[in-house]
């Protein structure tokens, strides 16, 4: 075993890796982000971090397994399919159903506590309101 690296020899050693290599070097068409870019997009992040965490924790009490499956909910609801109909002075945003029955009746909690905020869609005078229509079977 001693006699392995003299063995060896010197051919089969990588040549000397330079300590810094430039990334155009590695990937020519890679770029570095600047560094504004970089916080807007860590912004952006941590924004939609924040209103996952807060959605999350209004499912206490409306949903079982809110500790478990909070996220999984939320993520689902935030990529479900819906409608968006302006009347009367409302937004109203009307969701389909999701997964399962109890996971619908969760999202439709959610929905009423958002709407109790009565908040105004941005740049209009329309007060956002959110249901979620039946689950099929259930009406």
């Known amino acids: 075993m001693r006699d392995a690296p003299a063995k060896m020899g010197r ?21 570095r982000l600047d560094a504004e870019v970089k916080q807007i997009t860590h912004a952006i992040r941590m924004a939609a971090y924040n209103a996952e ?7 206490a009490g409306h949903y079982a397994r809110a500790e478990d499956e909070a996220y999984a909910l939320i993520r689902e609801a935030l990529t ?3 409608d968006i109909c302006p009347a009367g002075g409302e937004l109203r945003i009307r ?9 619908t009746r969760a999202l ?14 941005p ?7 959110y249901e979620v229509k ?4 259930t009406a």
């Open 123 to 129: 740049g209009t005078d329309l007060i956002l309101r």
């Open 108 to 121: 439709a909690a959610l929905c009423e506590q958002l709407t109790a905020a009565r908040t105004p869609y």
């Open 80 to 82: 479900t399919s819906g």
């Open 11 to 31: 051919a089969s050693c990588p040549a000397a890796t330079p300590v810094r290599v430039r990334l155009g070097d590695i990937a020519p068409d890679m770029m």
């Open 95 to 103: 969701l389909d159903p999701l997964t399962a029955p109890r996971r």
């Open 134 to 137: 039946p689950h099929p079977g």
């Open 53 to 59: 965490t807060t959605l999350a924790r209004n499912l």
